[in-house]
């Protein structure tokens, strides 16, 4: 069946350099993507979202970028923060009415000081 | 700010006992779900509701019941609790089809 996935399983980074997480997505008819962050013991927190119709979109330290043409989502975070470490997972909308989401099964980011 | 709140963090539960997990959100949302979280499968959506009183079935629900008498409110049965329903469980809503937002997360564990 059509799911999300991610690239890398796990990302270490040094403090202050930037980080990008993958995720590629395989249903075409997905139009609304996410970004969360859970941090251990944590429920997942919502990061940034970004529809189909736009290529690019940032916020505070992070940027999300989607091509479309290759099912492709990423991540950046900016001068990236011990405060940062965390699992990182995607999730699309694959057009159901109700907001239905599917999951991919994260990216563990590791900060080193 | 969305809140969504999860009744307990942490629960201990025997083989057999009927289970209640309660979740409320405070933004008026349509949309709320339940998960579990297992390490190496992800997220599985176990029900979800758009409505007061209307629920669906998502991926994994065998051995659990959902009740929605209000809005703000969804809870979790789990009739006869089992250890493989040993789990993080996940509570979240949602604006229509935008993104949900998560409660903190019960980790029940059945002995």
């Known amino acids: 069946g059509e799911s999300v996935g991610l690239h890398l399983p796990t990302l270490s980074v040094q403090e202050g350099d930037n980080s990008i997480i993958n995720c590629a997505y395989s249903n075409s008819a997905s139009d609304y993507f996410i970004w969360y962050k859970q941090e251990s013991g944590k429920g997942p927190q919502f990061i940034i979202d970004?529809?189909?119709?736009?290529d690019k979109r940032q916020g505070q330290r992070v940027t999300v970028l989607l091509n479309k043409t290759v099912k492709h989502l990423s991540l950046q975070i900016a001068a990236t923060q011990p405060g940062d470490s965390a699992v990182y997972f995607c999730a699309e909308n694959y057009g159901g009415s109700q907001g239905n989401l599917i999951f991919g099964k994260g990216t563990k980011l590791s900060v080193k000081p | 700010d969305v809140k969504v709140t999860q009744s307990s963090r942490y629960l201990v539960k025997r083989t057999g006992e009927k289970v209640f997990l309660e979740c409320v959100q405070d933004?008026?949302?349509?949309?709320m779900f339940w998960y579990r979280q297992d390490p190496g499968l992800g997220l599985r959506l176990i029900y979800f509701?758009?409505?007061?009183?209307?629920?669906e079935k998502g991926d994994i629900p065998e051995g659990y019941s959902v009740s929605r008498e209000k809005k703000e409110r969804f809870s979790l049965i789990l009739e006869s609790a089992s250890t493989n329903q040993t789990s993080m469980y996940l509570c979240?809503?949602?604006?229509?089809?935008?993104?949900?937002?998560f409660g903190q997360g019960t980790r029940l564990t059945v002995v």
């Open positions: 970004i529809r189909s119709n736009m």
């Open positions: 933004m008026d949302h349509e949309n």
């Open positions: 509701s758009y409505d007061v009183k209307m629920k």
């Open positions: 979240a809503s949602s604006l229509r089809r935008l993104g949900a937002f």
